[in-house]
Every structure is written in C-alpha cells, then in structure tokens.
C-alpha cells in the first residue's frame, strides 16, 4: 500500500527552496522595535511586509487594552462563541462594528480565514457563487465547504461577470464574492459595475474588506465608503490581523444573515472565541482609525513615496492607490532570488509565488505602513535598487523594466 506521507520526503518546491538556499524560507523575527523594525537571524532591519497598516500594534493604548483584557478575563476564553465562549467584550465589538460599517450586525470570529469560511454557511444546494479569479484562499474553502457551485470569472472582468450571471439558470441564488482590495496585487475591484450587475441580475454582494478597511474612505470603512456605493454591498467582511493590529475577522450585514451564520457556521460553533486580549486591542484599534485620521494619511503618502521610487527604477509596481505595493517579477526563481537579496540587504519583504498567485504572476509584496519613516521607504527603495541589479532584473543604470 503506497504511504501517504511519501509526498513529504520528496517535495519538489521544498528540494528547490533548498537548494537555493532559501529554506527556511520564512524567518521567524525575534523582536520588534516598531511595526517596521524587526530583529531576524540577529540584525536589526526594515519589516515592508507586515500589513499592520497603521501601525497600531505598538500603540501603547493598543497594548494596554490587550493587558488589561487579560488582567481582568484571563488568556482564553477556552469555547465557541455559541458555547461558553462569548463575552460581553465580544459583543461590544460587534455592536461597534456594526454601528461604524452602518450595518444592522456583525459576527467577530477567531481569525480572518475562519470568517470567510463561516460564510459557507449560506451556501449550498445548487446555489452559485460567482469568485473573483484572485480572491483569497479562504473564500473560495467556504465555497467548497459550503457545497455551492463556484464559477470563476477572470480577475476583475466586468464582461466574463455579466456574462456569468446571464448564464445563470433562472431561479438560482446567487452570491458575487470579491475583494476590496485584493490582498497580492493591491489593485481594487470594479465596484461600481459589479453593485450594478448584482443589482441587474438580483445576484447578493459579499465584499472581503481585509486590506481596506481602516485605509480606504474619509472614515476608514474601506472601498465601499470611498466609491459612495456602501448600499450595494451585502455582506462586508474584515479582518482584525491588519489594519486593526489584532487577530480575529467579522462579517457585517443585516442582522437575520449574521443570526442565522452565528448559528450555522463552523468556526462560530466548533472553534474557540476570539481571545480577551484580541478582542480588546481591537476594540482600541477601532476607536483610534474612528477618532484619528492621521494614519491613513500617513500610511497613503508612504505607499505612494514607494511607487514612485520603484518606478523611477524601472519596476512595475502597481497603479492603485493602496498600501499594497505589488512588484512584478514574473518568475519563481528570479522572485526567490530578489527576496533574498532584500532580505541580505536589510529589507523583508513579501515573495509571493504559486499557488498564493498564478504561475507568471510572482511578485515581491511590500506593504507601507503609518509607521515606515520617510527614510526606511527611501531605504527599501535603495535595497531595490540593489537588488534588482544583482540579480539581473532591472538594468544595470536602474533603467531597465521589471519583467
Ligand atoms: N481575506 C483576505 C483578502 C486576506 O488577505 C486574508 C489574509 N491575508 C484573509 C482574508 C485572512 O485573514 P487572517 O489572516 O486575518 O486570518
């Protein structure tokens, strides 16, 4: 009988990360100085990955919060959230969500990814879900959890959507899930047409406001609130591990949806609560991206000092106006390979390759934060400079083109 753990001993991406000597491919970090320093294998250097986007996981308030939730409700809430694990804190955070998302309701659940796979308890039967071809992993488990017919429909083509829905049997249910700001490229979706078509078509809106929400909007409620289209949106869900500086995520919508998902999901029913110490950094984090506007400003100003240093060396690096800050490499091993020159070079970065994206689209990932100084973003602009020239994919004058 084959064993089942043969696949383990001879893994071709793991021999090849090896061999490049690029494993272990994830270094653990051993201190932090700030959201953007980090201590790694000994040297102090520059975090341009992490997505705590306002940098409020090293606000004292934040912290405090998290201390004093643990003084007074321990560690862990040891149960689910339709067990024993619900405590009032929870519900003021949902309650406060709610209130700033202009939504009837929220549910807040241990992580981001387990948020979006509670939403596969909508789905099933013969309902369809229509996925946006780059949404993230976890959307598109809660599809196949949920037992629902998923249809792609290629990244941000307004025409394949149309065409989708028209081919819809009628009298199915029909749910379009996509992303504010999708979490690879930091591009944003089309809004305004995709809240047109569902409402054509009588199709229900799910939006993943994991990179938006707090960034995006005069108020921080994300794409929805900067585009004037919240009313088209159906279902909003976020997650806390950004740009509230926490862990957990939250569905928000009408209050008999998020009843009957807090009643049906999984994660809600079989998986423990959002800890004390979660729940009230979040909670802090929300009065702050509520009460101070600054650092959106700041962390915008940041991602587009980065673009434009990027471009001006000749790398492709996304047009929208987001923290994401995508740099197109093009090629799994060339991607490895100025990662790891970043990395030599003091800068930590994001190498995203298949399956996080498709094969072709590898990329460097940087995220700006509220808490990058004008001189880390000119020094990652240095290091890319660097880099880009060692391993070969700008020109040697910075003058040549990511590929
Ligand atoms: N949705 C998107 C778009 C994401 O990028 C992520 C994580 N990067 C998640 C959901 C899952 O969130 P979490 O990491 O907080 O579980």
Redesign the pocket.
């Known amino acids: 009988m084959p064993d089942v753990f043969d696949k383990c001993r001879d893994w071709e991406t793991h021999r090849i990360f090896k061999s490049a000597g690029l494993y272990p491919f994830a270094p653990a970090v051993e201190e932090v100085r700030s959201p953007s320093e980090v201590r790694v294998g000994g040297r102090w250097i520059i975090m341009a990955a992490s997505?705590d986007y306002l940098g409020l996981s090293a606000d004292p308030r934040v912290q405090e919060a998290a201390r004093e939730a643990i003084g007074t409700r321990g560690t862990s809430c040891s149960g689910s959230r339709l067990a024993n694990g619900t405590h009032v804190l929870h519900l003021e955070l949902e309650e406060r969500l709610a209130a700033f998302l202009h939504r009837e309701a929220a549910l807040a659940l241990s992580?981001?990814?387990q948020t979006?796979l509670a939403v596969s308890a909508l789905l099933g039967g013969d309902e369809v879900v229509l996925s946006d071809q780059d949404n993230?992993a976890?959307?598109r488990d809660a599809v196949r959890l949920g037992g629902a017919v998923e249809r792609v429909f290629r990244h941000n083509d307004m025409e394949h959507l149309r065409w989708l829905l028209a081919d819809t049997r009628p009298g199915t249910g029909v749910l379009i899930v996509t992303?504010g700001v999708f979490?690879m490229a930091g591009d944003m979706c089309d809004l305004p047409r995709i809240t047109e078509l569902a409402g054509r078509y009588g199709a229900r809106l799910m939006l993943?406001c994991?990179?938006d929400l707090g960034v995006l909007g005069a108020a921080g409620r994300g794409v929805p609130e900067l585009l004037g289209l919240e009313s088209g949106v159906d279902l909003v869900m976020t997650?806390?591990?950004k740009s509230l500086a926490s862990?957990g995520?939250a569905l928000a919508g009408e209050a008999d949806v998020i009843d009957y998902i807090r009643h049906w999901a999984s994660p809600a029913v079989f998986s423990a609560a959002m800890t004390p110490a979660s729940v009230a950094a979040a909670l802090k984090a929300l009065d702050i991206v509520e009460s101070e506007p600054e650092h959106r400003e700041r962390v915008m100003r940041n991602a587009a000092r980065l673009r434009e240093g990027l471009r001006d060396l000749g790398y492709e690096a996304g047009q929208a106006p987001t923290p994401v800050v995508p740099v197109h490499v093009g090629d799994f091993m060339l991607c490895l390979r100025l990662w790891r020159a970043l990395f030599d070079a003091g800068v930590f970065t994001g190498a995203v390759i298949h399956p996080a994206v498709r094969q072709g689209r590898e990329m460097i990932r940087i995220s700006a934060t509220a808490a990058h100084t004008d001189a880390q973003i000119d020094r990652i602009v240095e290091a890319f400079g660097e880099a880009g020239r060692t391993v070969g994919v700008i020109g040697s004058r910075g003058a040549g083109r990511s590929r």
């Open positions: 997505n992580t981001g990814y979006n993230h976890s959307l992303e979490s993943d994991a990179h997650t806390f591990s862990l995520g």
